[in-house]
C-alpha cells in the first residue's frame, strides 16, 4: 500500500520511456518496493524518447506506482507542497538517456542509481545495477569500483507472472492439446504493428499451409491503435472480423488467425513456437521456455527509431531517408546480438533473422523448426539455462530498504 503523504519518509523517482521497460522492469519492481520498503512513494517519470509508441502514460498509470509524469511537466509537481513531505530522496534510473536521469538528480538534489548494462554518466550515479555477467566485466575492465555496481540479474524476467495455467489458458481458448500454438508478436510502436500484422500474416500462411492443425495468435497490446490497424490491413488486402476492434485475420486458405490484446503472457506460455520482433518479449519468450524466432526485417530501416542523430531529424529532409537506411544496414552489419537473450548469452541461442529477405524465409525457417521436436527441446533447455535464476527486482528493492534506513551504507 502506498504511505500517505504525511507518513511519506522516502520519495523515490523511476525514470523509464518505453512500454517493454514500464512492464519489464518498473513493474517487478515497484511490486517489490511495496513489499519491502516502509512508507515509499513511488513516482515514475516517463523520459522523451524516439522508440516511445505513445503509450507510455497510460501504461505507466497502471504499473503500479503512486503518481505517473511526463518529464516537460515535472515542473508543476515540484512546484506543490508534496516536494517538502519526504526526508529522503532518490531517483531511480530503468531506461532512457542516462542525461535525463542525471539531470532530474542534480534538480531534485537526490542521489541516483541507474540499472544499466554499460557505466555511462558514472562520475553523477552513486551506484549501478547490472544485468548479466557480461555487464559485469564491462564494468571490471574498465576499472569501475567494486562498492558502486552490483550484479542482480534481468529485471524483466521477474516479470513473467501467469495468471493461470497452460491447462487454463487451453480452456479458456478453446483449444485441444491436439492444436499446437503459433503466437507471433509485431510490436507495440505502430510503425512495428502496422507493417508487422500483414507481414506476419503472410508467414502465418505459409506456416499453416504446411501445418493447417496450428492456431495463430497476434499478441498485442492493448494500446495499439486499432484505427492504424485496420487502415493497414485494408491497404495490404487482408480482410478482418470486429468493428471497434480487430479480432480476427484473414491468413488464407479459410483460416483465421486471432488476434488477442493483454494476455500476451499467458497465451505465449501456450505456445510451441514464437514469431517475435526484438524487445523484451523476447526475454519473456526465453523465461517461458519458447522457442522463437526473432524478425527484424529491413525493407523500412528508414521508418525505424535509431539512437543518435538519425533518430532526431526528420525523413523529410532531401536525402535523408536514404542516408538514415544505408546507416541502419550498416549498423545491423556490425551488431552481432540484436536479441536479449542471445546478447545475455554470448550466443546465438534463438535464431534472428535480420535484413532484406522475403517472408517466405522466415516461414521456411519456422517450419524447420516446427518439423525438429529435438531443435525445439534444445532451445528451451538452452533458455532455462540462462533464465531459471530469478529475483533480480527484489535484490534490488531490499537494497532500497538499507539505504531508505541508513543512506550512508554500503
Given at each position: 500500500m502506498a504511505a500517505k503523504t504525511k507518513d511519506i519518509s522516502l520519495d523515490l523517482y523511476i525514470t523509464a520511456n518505453s512500454p517493454g521497460e514500464i512492464a519489464g522492469w518498473v513493474v517487478p519492481v515497484v511490486r517489490e518496493i511495496r513489499a519491502k520498503v516502509w512508507k515509499c512513494r513511488t513516482t515514475l517519470v516517463i523520459l522523451p524518447c524516439q522508440y516511445a509508441s505513445g503509450a507510455e502514460m497510460s501504461i505507466g498509470a497502471s504499473s503500479g506506482v503512486d503518481r505517473c509524469v511526463r518529464l516537460g511537466a515535472f515542473g508543476d509537481l515540484m512546484s506543490g507542497d508534496s516536494m517538502t513531505k519526504a526526508r529522503k530522496r532518490l531517483v531511480l534510473h530503468m531506461g532512457g538517456d542516462l542525461f535525463f536521469s542525471v539531470y532530474l538528480s542534480k534538480r531534485l538534489g537526490a542521489a541516483l542509481w541507474a540499472y544499466?548494462?554499460?557505466?555511462?554518466?558514472?562520475?553523477?550515479?552513486k551506484f549501478f545495477f547490472v544485468p548479466d555477467e557480461m555487464a559485469e566485466r564491462r564494468f571490471a575492465l574498465l576499472n569501475f569500483k567494486q562498492d558502486r555496481y552490483e550484479r542482480i540479474g534481468a529485471l524483466a524476467l521477474d516479470s513473467v507472472v501467469?495468471?493461470?495455467t497452460e491447462e487454463e489458458t487451453m480452456e479458456s481458448l478453446r483449444l485441444s492439446p491436439d492444436e499446437p500454438v503459433i503466437a507471433i508478436l509485431a510490436g507495440s510502436r505502430p510503425v512495428e504493428y502496422c507493417f508487422g500484422v500483414p507481414y506476419f500474416a503472410g508467414i502465418a500462411s505459409r506456416i499453416t499451409e504446411k501445418f493447417p492443425d496450428h492456431r495463430v495468435f497476434f499478441l498485442l497490446a492493448a494500446t495499439v491503435n486499432e484505427e492504424a490497424l485496420k487502415k493497414s490491413l485494408e491497404s495490404s488486402g487482408i480482410a478482418f472480423k470486429g468493428v471497434n476492434r480487430v479480432h480476427e485475420i484473414d491468413i488464407g486458405g479459410g483460416r483465421w488467425a486471432s488476434v488477442v490484446r493483454d494476455?500476451?503472457?499467458?497465451?505465449?506460455?501456450?505456445?510451441?513456437l514464437a514469431i517475435?520482433?526484438?524487445?523484451?518479449n523476447n526475454l519473456q519468450a526465453a523465461a517461458l521456455y519458447v522457442p522463437y524466432?526473432?524478425?527484424?526485417?529491413?525493407?523500412?530501416?528508414d521508418e525505424y527509431p535509431v539512437d543518435g542523430i538519425f533518430g532526431v531529424l526528420p525523413l523529410w529532409i532531401p536525402g535523408f531517408r536514404r542516408l538514415k537506411k544505408n546507416y541502419i544496414m550498416k549498423l545491423n552489419a556490425r551488431t552481432e546480438f540484436v536479441s536479449l537473450p542471445n546478447k545475455m548469452a554470448g550466443r546465438m541461442i534463438a535464431p534472428e533473422l535480420r535484413g532484406l529477405f522475403p517472408p517466405e524465409e522466415v516461414a521456411n525457417k519456422a517450419i524447420e523448426l516446427l518439423e525438429s521436436p529435438q531443435s525445439l527441446q534444445e532451445m528451451s533447455r538452452r533458455f532455462?539455462?540462462?533464465?531459471h535464476e530469478r529475483g533480480a527486482a527484489s535484490k534490488l528493492a531490499e537494497k532500497?530498504?538499507?539505504w531508505a534506513k541508513d543512506p550512508d551504507a554500503k
Open positions: 544499466s548494462s554499460r557505466p555511462r554518466w558514472g562520475r553523477f550515479v501467469l495468471r493461470e494476455r500476451t503472457l499467458e497465451i505465449l506460455n501456450c505456445a510451441k517475435t520482433v526484438p524487445g523484451t524466432i526473432m524478425v527484424l526485417p529491413l525493407d523500412r530501416a532455462w539455462d540462462l533464465t532500497l530498504a538499507k
